[in-house]
C-alpha cells in the first residue's frame, strides 16, 4: 500500500519569510496530491491540491509543486503570516475513474505525518 | 464546497459504555465515506471505509467487533464504539466522497470531528 513520508515534523519561521514542506509517497499509482492545514481542536482544511498530470500549482501565497519521477510534492508558503501556525498535513490518493458516467471511486487518504509550522512575529 | 457535518462533537463516557457518532453528507450524497482516529499530536489514522449498502473494510488492528460502522444511505454513516475503555479516547473524524450535488470528484470532506473522552 501507499506510504506518505513527510518533513520537518516541526518548522518555525519569522514573519514574511516562506516555508516549505516536504512530502514523498511509495505508490505509482497515486494520482491526486491534496495538503490540509489543521489548527487545534478541529477538522482538517484543505488549502491546496495537484493532480499528478500537472507539475505545479499556485493559489496567492501558496503553492505545491510535483516530481512523478521521483515520488515527491511540496507545499511552499510565501509571506508567512501568524495565522499561518498549524499543522500541515500532506496525503496522497488514488482515484479511479469507472467507465460509468461521472462514477469515481477514491482510494482512502493516506497521510503524512504533518508538520508544524509555527510563524513567529 | 460540499458540507459534512458530525455528531455529537464531544462526548463523555464511562468505560463500559456504547457510544455513536454520526456522520451526515449534507448536499451531496457520499458513495464512500472513511473513518480516521486521531490521537494528540499525531496524524489521521484511517480506521475504516465504508460503501454505501456494503460491509467496511477496517484497516489491519482496527477491530471490527469493537468498532461498528453502518453505511446505510448515501447520507449517513455512523461509527459505534462498543464497550469503550480509556484507550479509546480520541478525536475521531470522518470524510466523504462523491460525485453528486455540490461535491468536487477526487476531493474528501471532512466532518468536524468528535472528541471522545471514556472515564
Known amino acids: 500500500g501507499e506510504n506518505v513520508e513527510q518533513h520537518p515534523s516541526t518548522l518555525s519561521v519569522q514573519e514574511g519569510d516562506s516555508a516549505v514542506i516536504k512530502c514523498t509517497y511509495s505508490?505509482?499509482?497515486?494520482?491526486?496530491f491534496p495538503w490540509y492545514k489543521q489548527e487545534l481542536g478541529k477538522r482538517p482544511q484543505l488549502i491546496i491540491d495537484?493532480?499528478?498530470?500537472?507539475g505545479e500549482k499556485k493559489d496567492q501565497r501558496i503553492a505545491v509543486t510535483l516530481n512523478k519521477t521521483a515520488k515527491h510534492f511540496s507545499l511552499h508558503i510565501t509571506e508567512t503570516q501568524p495565522e499561518d501556525s498549524a499543522v500541515y498535513f500532506c496525503?496522497?490518493?488514488?482515484?479511479?475513474?469507472?467507465?460509468?458516467?461521472?462514477?469515481?471511486?477514491?482510494?482512502?487518504?493516506?497521510f503524512g505525518k504533518g508538520t508544524r509550522l509555527s510563524v513567529i512575529a | 464546497g460540499a458540507v459534512v457535518s458530525q455528531h455529537p462533537s464531544r462526548v463523555i463516557c464511562k468505560s463500559g459504555t456504547s457510544v455513536k457518532i454520526e456522520c451526515r453528507s449534507l448536499?451531496?450524497?457520499?458513495?464512500?465515506m472513511f473513518w480516521y482516529r486521531q490521537f494528540p499530536k499525531q496524524s489521521l489514522m484511517l480506521m475504516a471505509t465504508?460503501?454505501?449498502?456494503?460491509?467496511?473494510?477496517?484497516e489491519q488492528g482496527v477491530e471490527k467487533d469493537k468498532f461498528l460502522i453502518n453505511h446505510a444511505s448515501l447520507t449517513l454513516s455512523t461509527l459505534t464504539v462498543t464497550s469503550a475503555h480509556p484507550e479509546d479516547s480520541s478525536f475521531y473524524i470522518c470524510?466523504?466522497?462523491?460525485?453528486?450535488?455540490?461535491?468536487?470528484?477526487?476531493?474528501?470532506?471532512f466532518g468536524p470531528g468528535t472528541r471522545l473522552t471514556v472515564l
Open positions: 470524510s466523504a466522497s462523491g460525485s453528486s450535488g455540490r461535491a468536487e470528484t477526487d476531493t474528501q470532506y
Open positions: 505508490d505509482s499509482a497515486s494520482n491526486y
Open positions: 495537484i493532480r499528478s498530470n500537472v
Open positions: 496525503a496522497a490518493i488514488t482515484t479511479y475513474r469507472l467507465s460509468s458516467p461521472r462514477r469515481v471511486e477514491n482510494t482512502p487518504l493516506v
Open positions: 448536499d451531496f450524497q457520499a458513495t464512500t
Open positions: 465504508s460503501n454505501e449498502g456494503s460491509k467496511a473494510t477496517y
